[in-house]
């Protein structure tokens, strides 16, 4: 399976911004597919899944309510549209695939098989 998220540029605070993952060589084990984001010296964040069966969607307290997390099926791609985006937003936003992704207690927990190379995202004025 390969990922390969695109969408990533500057953007103003207050704006909006689509993120796109494109997913080949998709299998039944996958069930959820992910958003996730990463600053340097921190972990890598989840913020978003939706699964591959239902389309059901989860967020982490962070994006939930500006950020958006559709799929396409005809198109193996999954969004994430970003509004209200602040400074704390910016960050390198890759996606993953794998069987297990869900909130708990504020937090997106994952089990990611596979990673996408990231897109940049930069909030600034």
């Known amino acids: 399976v390969q990922l390969q998220a695109s969408g990533g540029g500057l953007v103003q605070p207050g704006g909006s911004l689509r993120l796109s993952c494109a997913a080949s060589g998709v299998a039944s084990r996958h069930l959820k597919i992910g958003w996730f984001r990463q600053v340097p010296g921190k972990e890598r964040e989840g913020i978003s899944c939706i699964s591959l069966i239902d389309d059901t969607t989860e967020y982490s307290d962070s994006v939930k309510g500006r950020f958006t997390i559709s799929r396409e099926k005809l198109k193996n791609t999954v969004y994430l549209q970003m509004t209200r985006v602040n400074p704390a937003d910016t960050a390198l936003y890759s996606c993953?695939?794998?069987?297990?992704?869900?909130?708990?207690?504020?937090?997106?927990?994952?089990?990611?098989?596979?990673w996408g190379q990231g897109t940049l995202v930069t909030v600034s004025s």
């Open positions: 993953g695939i794998g069987d297990y992704c869900s909130y708990g207690r504020g937090l997106i927990y994952h089990r990611m098989e596979t």
